[in-house]
């Protein structure tokens, strides 16, 4: 009997013990979703390092195994023909043995009897194999080749759909020109550094030189040859190699062709400030759009304050949005002669 009056006078929770039981539930979660987001951050982040860390050293060894020649992207027979498609692979494409990726590399070299040499007006070249993953995206040899090495976990972008698996690194063009194309050039004026006592001069627009001589960093679109160390006059410490872009904000990285020289991979000028706000997938050529080269060819990432780079020594630093600019063009070019470190 006492038994039953106990479970007859026995009351439960009131509606405000639940509101309070439901108020602490959600304080917690809220102290609690920021601490995990910021693990992950930090995971992410660690891994984006250990990528850059991989490839800088790839294109390292592949230059010290090329008798000092970095890679560069190779345009093939466009020096003859004027033809953009007519390549023989991006940097990435030349770095692959040095990353593990042998295999992938002498297949996708394998119709190609005369890589690496430079190709004349005839004969069999890399073109045939390139050209062909690039007019078809679907189904092309390396398009669809997944390289966890080439992407940064807190790039929440994207290739547009079916058109490959993309790459977040990119050969630092340093303060080279880079005209936008839109009509609105806020940063062109930084690629004449002489004006500034920068000590370098103006350059080709966006990398495409066949002389070493106007290229202002380590990297070019058309294949001029860049001696290392030799033209790192500056020092390998002091200079920009490698660096962050978000996919979907460069309109050449978007394609996802990491393979192709013209596919973003040599495609960052430091003229633009380090995490520069464009808008992802906007290709309207205004001055925030993917669109516009001179906005949307900067180095940024997902990472909060700044951007990850590998610098010719091999070594992985973290350059805050706030670096001194003239500082960052310094870090940038890698011959001019004017005293610059890392902050």
């Known amino acids: 009997?006492?038994?039953?009056?106990?479970?007859?006078?026995?009351?439960?929770?009131?509606?405000?013990?639940?509101?309070?039981?439901?108020?602490?539930?959600?304080?917690?979660?809220?102290?609690?979703?920021?601490?995990?987001?910021?693990?992950?951050?930090?995971?992410?982040?660690?891994?984006?390092?250990?990528?850059?860390?991989?490839?800088?050293l790839g294109v390292i060894n592949c230059a010290d195994t090329n008798r000092g020649v970095m890679p560069n992207n190779e345009i093939g027979r466009m020096q003859f023909t004027g033809n953009w498609k007519d390549d023989r692979g991006s940097w990435l494409v030349?770095?692959?043995?040095?990353?593990?990726?042998?295999?992938?590399?002498?297949?996708?070299?394998?119709?190609?009897?005369?890589?690496?040499?430079?190709?004349?007006?005839?004969?069999?070249?890399?073109?045939?194999?390139?050209?062909?993953?690039?007019?078809?995206?679907?189904?092309?040899?390396?398009?669809n080749v997944k390289i966890s090495?080439?992407?940064?976990?807190?790039?929440?972008?994207?290739?547009?759909?079916?058109?490959?698996?993309?790459?977040?690194?990119?050969?630092?063009?340093?303060?080279?020109?880079?005209?936008?194309?839109?009509g609105q050039d806020p940063y062109q004026q930084y690629c004449n550094g002489?004006?500034?006592?920068?000590?370098?001069?103006?350059?080709p627009n966006h990398g495409n030189d066949w002389n070493a001589a106007g290229i202002r960093g380590l990297f070019n679109r058309l294949g001029a040859k860049m001696r290392f160390p030799a033209m790192i006059t500056d020092g390998t410490s002091n200079t920009i190699m490698v660096g962050e872009c978000m996919i979907g904000t460069n309109d050449h990285l978007v394609g996802g062709a990491w393979w192709h020289f013209n596919g973003g991979t040599a495609h960052a000028t430091t003229i633009v400030p380090i995490n520069y706000p464009t808008k992802p997938y906007d290709f309207s050529c205004n001055v925030n759009s993917a669109r516009n080269w001179n906005t949307s060819w900067g180095f940024r990432s997902g990472h909060s304050g700044g951007t990850q780079f590998a610098f010719a020594d091999g070594s992985v630093q973290f350059l805050t949005s706030s670096i001194d600019h003239g500082t960052y063009q310094k870090l940038g070019c890698r011959d001019d002669g004017q005293p610059a470190s890392i902050p």
């Open 1 to 56: 009997m006492s038994t039953l009056l106990f479970a007859r006078w026995r009351r439960g929770f009131t509606l405000i013990e639940l509101l309070v039981v439901i108020a602490i539930i959600a304080i917690l979660i809220a102290l609690l979703v920021p601490a995990v987001q910021k693990v992950r951050e930090a995971a992410a982040r660690t891994q984006c390092k250990n990528n850059l860390k991989q490839i800088g």
């Open 149 to 182: 090495i080439f992407r940064c976990p807190s790039d929440p972008t994207e290739p547009r759909s079916g058109q490959g698996k993309g790459c977040n690194y990119i050969g630092s063009l340093g303060p080279q020109c880079a005209v936008g194309g839109c």
């Open 94 to 143: 030349h770095v692959l043995p040095f990353i593990e990726q042998d295999g992938l590399f002498r297949t996708a070299t394998a119709n190609a009897a005369a890589f690496p040499a430079h190709p004349d007006t005839t004969g069999n070249t890399l073109a045939t194999v390139f050209n062909s993953c690039n007019q078809a995206p679907n189904n092309g040899l390396l398009n």
């Open 194 to 203: 002489n004006a500034f006592g920068w000590g370098y001069a103006t350059s």
